[in-house]
């Protein structure tokens, strides 16, 4: 058992987007305010009921939006995911879409050509103003998340997101969660420094 001060609970990311103000507009119509369907455990973020298609080289996908708006078009995919759809993207932090894999996103209104925008994600743990203090970590610093049970794993290269928008939980795409059988209610694992 993993028994240790600095656990965190850890939730698995699927497939999802964040578009822009003006990528929403062209999708669903000048004006359209996303809905919101389900809360997320990170303040003021929550999934819409809107959707999107991703269309890639080798295939289609519909995608989850996450709302609110952001400041970048960023569509997050696993490995699976990409090489499924025939993409080749890199891995990256949340936001730094440079360069990245180029798509063509679909809604009900209108479809945009995305010059960059499709990632892989870096694994991530999201940690509050407090617990950032408790633990003795900083927003950027490179840690490791260590799960338990029957697939333990050691998961390198985390990276510490922190700041007053962050709620304490680490994020893992499926393929992660998978190859750790990290199921169940409330899987936990330790930061380590």
């Given at each position: 058992m993993i028994m240790a001060d600095m656990m965190v609970e850890i939730e698995g990311s699927g497939k999802h987007c964040h578009v822009t103000?003006?990528?929403l507009d062209i999708?669903?119509?000048e004006g359209f305010e996303l809905e919101i369907k389900k809360m997320l455990t990170?303040?003021?973020q929550f999934v819409s009921p809107q959707k999107l298609t991703l269309h890639g080289p080798r295939g289609t996908a519909d995608l989850s939006i996450v709302g609110p708006c952001r400041k970048v078009?960023?569509?997050?995919l696993s490995f699976t995911d990409a090489r499924a759809l025939g993409f080749d993207p890199p891995i990256r932090d949340s936001g730094d879409v440079a360069g990245s894999s180029p798509c063509t996103i679909v809604g009900p209104k209108g479809s945009v050509?995305?010059?960059?925008?499709?990632?892989?994600?870096k694994r991530h743990v999201h940690v509050s103003p407090a617990d950032a203090e408790k633990f003795g970590v900083k927003d950027k610093q490179i840690v490791k998340l260590k799960t338990d049970g029957v697939r333990a794993l050691v998961f390198d290269e985390v990276v510490v997101r922190s700041g007053p928008d962050h709620a304490?939980?680490?994020h893992l795409d499926y393929d992660?969660?998978?190859?750790?059988?990290?199921?169940?209610?409330?899987p936990m694992g330790e930061i380590i420094k």
């Open positions: 103000r003006e990528t999708l669903y119509g990170q303040p003021g078009n960023q569509i997050e050509e995305l010059e960059e925008g499709v990632i892989i994600v304490t939980y680490a992660e969660i998978n190859a750790g059988a990290i199921f169940g209610n409330q």
